[in-house]
């Protein structure tokens, strides 16, 4: 080991006096003394470059000893120098206003409380769930376009990003042979392109009542009620025959028009209605695969609630509900209170 070349380097550091000053001379050090050593370890024999590097190694080593602990000392100077500062962490309030919660949020709550005073458990479910719940229990073929990848977010070959809360009412349902009332809620996801009005994650509710001797005007009640406790009394509502592989037989729910009452504008396209939710009979095979033997009916109805939101408050783009735009969030905030 060099002995020389290391007590030079300790003899200068100890003028070194800051942080900076001690970092700039052991690079100008290491440029001066410590490569040249590697450049001539590249030209040397073979035979003599293994006892060589030992030698290099062994001096670069000790230098950076010296060197962090000459850092250390340093360091515990400057900071028993530094002035103690108190950092107010408080933000001014003088600019802030009053928020309020999303839109989506509040006509979230509205349905979810809505099915808490009929007693139906509420169940958000996991957002990644299996084939089996999302496609096979609820009777949807193999020929189905649910099915396709470009349709769908698959995790692997068991597991997807959910296309329906049903998924997650499948698998609470399943072994329940006694009355069973269940509300499951949240992002569901479909590899749709955004526009104004199609996202590719949206928010759904979905609702299931399993009884002996339920009926369409069962499920009729509940739907009414709900959209007229959403929109009000004066709202009217029209079922279509419909399908869908979990019900039958299955409808299409409209409201009548919330912009022209009924009488026909660019928004229903003339028609005085709009389509709102899809709901129906829960067909047997539904049934027979959730393993419920001794409860031979159910009702059930599928909630967008992005399309419920767009309708009640005029919007027209589905994006607005997203986009943390704040002049969009205080006009919202002003109609809602």
């Known amino acids: 080991m060099d002995v020389k070349l290391i007590n030079y380097f300790k003899d200068e550091i ?15 050090f290491h440029k001066k003394h410590i490569i040249p ?57 003088f600019n802030l206003r009053k928020g309020c919660k999303s839109i989506l949020t509040i006509v979230e709550e509205q349905i979810i409380g809505y099915f808490e005073k009929l007693n139906f458990k509420i169940i958000p479910g996991n957002e990644i769930v299996t084939i089996k719940n999302n496609m096979d229990q609820l ?15 698959y995790i692997d070959g068991q597991k997807m990003l959910r296309t329906h809360c049903t ?35 949206f928010t759904q509710i979905d609702v299931v009542w399993i009884k ?4 369409i005007n ?8 709900l959209l007229k406790y959403i929109f009000g009394n004066e709202i009217k509502t029209r079922y279509r025959l419909s399908f869908f592989p979990f019900t039958e037989p299955s409808f299409e729910v409209d409201i009548s028009c919330c912009n022209c009452n009924g009488k026909g504008c660019q928004i229903c396209k003339n028609s005085g209605w709009i389509e709102i939710l899809g709901a129906g009979i ?56």
């Open 37 to 93: 050593l590697y450049e001539k370890l590249k030209v040397l024999p073979i035979d003599e470059k293994k006892d060589f590097g030992k030698y290099v190694n062994t001096i670069k080593n000790e230098i950076q000893k010296i060197y962090l602990q000459k850092l250390s000392e340093i360091k515990l100077v400057e900071n028993s120098k530094k002035n103690i500062i108190n950092y107010d962490i408080n933000l001014n309030t």
């Open 167 to 201: 998924a997650t009412t499948a698998e609470v349902i399943y072994n329940q042979n006694c009355e069973t009332k269940v509300l499951s809620y949240g992002n569901v996801y479909r590899n749709d392109d955004d526009d104004m009005t199609h996202s590719h994650q």
């Open 14 to 28: 100890k003028n070194c006096s800051s942080t900076q000053k001690l970092i700039d001379f052991k690079n100008i």
């Open 218 to 225: 069962h499920l009729k009640t509940i739907v009414d009620g």
């Open 282 to 337: 829960l067909h047997p095979n539904v049934l027979k695969k959730a393993n419920i033997t001794t409860i031979d009916t159910g009702i059930a109805c599928g909630i967008g609630i992005e399309r419920i939101v767009m309708l009640k408050y005029g919007l027209s783009d589905i994006r607005d509900i997203y986009n943390n735009d704040f002049k969009f969030i205080m006009q919202v905030k002003e109609n809602i209170v």
């Open 139 to 153: 009777n949807i073929d193999e020929t189905h376009p649910i099915r396709d990848k470009k349709d769908t977010f």
């Open 212 to 215: 002996k001797k339920l009926t």
